[in-house]
């Protein structure tokens, strides 16, 4: 009869942690510095168990200005996958221009290596018509140009995209945005 043992561990746990430990079963830890639970996995290590659902949220401390007219990636809205994985990427923005004649373009950016992806975005086109782009791997796409009907106004942007990685990604999953 196997038991499980828990216990607190002040940071992220090394495999010593949980090799210390006297359970015969699972064992999990928890990081009392970040409220983050931990388990063991043989072939990988540590690994985070996710009380949030598995969501990564990421929020850009400040914003990101956009001059270029070809697609650029947006600093801190990227990250590799992992091979042979699933993820669901998505996002709502505030995109603003400086002048009512150009407008932001959102896009994405896919890493090599996919089995497949799909990727959605929306955006104002004008104060009631929207922009609208589907789009699947391995194409590379940004919304058309956009002319934002006001300057220095925001206006909504959402992106969502499902993708399935094979056994050996290459580069990053980007968020990009280009200056119509």
Request: net charge negative; aromatic share 12%; proline share 7%.
């Amino acid at each position: 009869m196997s038991h499980s043992e828990n216990f607190q561990y002040p940071g992220a746990p090394n495999a010593d942690v949980f090799a210390n430990s006297q359970a015969q079963g699972s064992v999990l830890v928890v990081d009392t510095t970040t409220d983050e639970l931990w388990y063991y996995k043989e072939d990988s290590g540590a690994r985070k168990i996710f009380s949030d659902g598995g969501w990564t949220y990421i929020k850009l401390a400040s914003d990101f200005t956009i001059s270029n007219t070809s697609p650029t990636p947006v600093t801190g809205m990227a990250f590799t996958p992992d091979p042979s994985s699933e993820y669901i990427v998505e996002g709502q923005l505030m995109l603003e221009g400086s002048s009512a004649g150009l407008g932001v373009c959102l896009g994405i950016s896919w890493p090599s290596g996919l089995d497949r992806g799909v990727f959605r975005a929306v955006s104002s086109k004008t104060d009631a018509d929207d922009w609208r782009l589907n789009n699947y791997y391995p194409t590379n796409a940004n919304l058309a140009a956009t002319s934002n009907p006001n300057a220095n106004t925001p206006y909504p942007a959402s992106l969502e995209s499902t993708f399935l990685t094979g056994g050996s990604p290459s580069g990053n999953f980007a968020l990009t945005l280009l200056r119509g």
